[in-house]
């Protein structure tokens, strides 16, 4: 089976480091026959509307500085575009996942995005896009990231129907809130069980809240060799801490779309970790 994945060529200005290495994950994961990719149209401002603060959506659309540059990214035409064609992935990837139980956006889930601005290098929120677009859905974000989801939690204190679980290494000004729950895990302090208690936390929260979907944040920049890594995952440990995430999805029924969000090794390596993830997103749903 080869897992639905969105990406387009706008994803990934070559000239945006950051961006550019999405295009390196899509090439790897299309050669190995792990995905099948697929294109939706950019999100247009109407589908946006609503949920940054008004100021702050014209200031990122239109290029007004300092507002548009806030996120880290330096705002350029490419950058305001890549940023649209993924969160248009995002809600493709999300019908998808409603229809078919399982899609991927190769993209960054921009989990730091606060309602009144970007932030660390988040331009705008691509998981509490999906709650805003589907106010008649429990919208559950599972967050595995290094970095803590504190733009989500924002979101998630302001829209009734959007439910943050973060596992991390490093807080990020992630502390739990309002239908948000934060577990900050060192596993070469901590040990890996205490990992596996975070993901069985988020699994009882899937139990208490019932979420009509799940958003899984699967990033690579907690494993042990990343230069921002201070969670220390294995790729063996990532691997299982996939597993448990789909598992909690595939055997309650409940769709789940994923994104790769952050990795800063060599594109290469991150791209192998991606890999990874999808390889047991297959083995879950096969
Ligand atoms: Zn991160």
Redesign the pocket.
């Known amino acids: 089976m080869r897992i639905p994945a969105w990406f387009r060529a706008e994803y990934a200005p070559g000239d945006v480091p950051l961006l550019a290495r999405l295009a390196t994950t899509a090439g790897k994961l299309e050669r190995l026959g792990l995905v099948s990719l697929q294109q939706a149209p950019p999100a247009t401002p109407d589908t946006l509307a609503g949920l940054h603060d008004a100021r702050y959506l014209h200031a990122f659309l239109h290029g007004e500085e300092p507002l548009a540059s806030r996120q880290g990214i330096p705002w350029s035409p490419a950058v305001r575009d890549a940023t649209l064609a993924m969160l248009g992935g995002q809600l493709a990837a999300t019908d998808a996942a409603l229809r078919d139980g399982i899609a991927m956006n190769i993209a960054r889930g921009f989990h730091h995005a606060v309602p009144e601005s970007g932030s660390g290098y988040c331009p705008l929120n691509g998981l509490a896009l999906v709650a805003h677009a589907h106010p008649d859905r429990r919208v559950m974000v599972i967050d595995c ?3 803590g989801g504190n733009g989500t939690e924002e979101f998630a204190a302001r829209l009734p129907n959007l439910y943050n679980v973060s596992i991390f290494g490093t807080r990020f000004g992630c502390r739990g809130g309002v239908r948000s729950w934060a577990y900050q895990v060192r596993v070469r302090e901590d040990g890996f069980d205490r990992y596996l208690d975070a993901l069985r936390a988020a699994e009882s929260l899937v139990d208490a809240h019932r979420p009509d979907l799940l958003l899984y944040q699967a ?1 690579a ?1 907690c494993h042990e060799d990343d230069p ?1 890594s201070l969670a220390g995952l294995t790729t063996r440990q990532l691997f299982e801490r996939d597993l448990a995430v789909f598992r909690i999805a595939r055997s309650r029924g409940i769709p789940l779309v994923f994104v790769v ?2 990795g800063y090794q060599h594109a290469d390596r991150v791209a192998r970790l991606n890999a990874n993830t999808v390889r047991a997103a297959r083995h879950v749903w096969s």
Do not use: S, T, W
């Open positions: 990231d290094e970095h990033g920049d921002k969000a952050g």
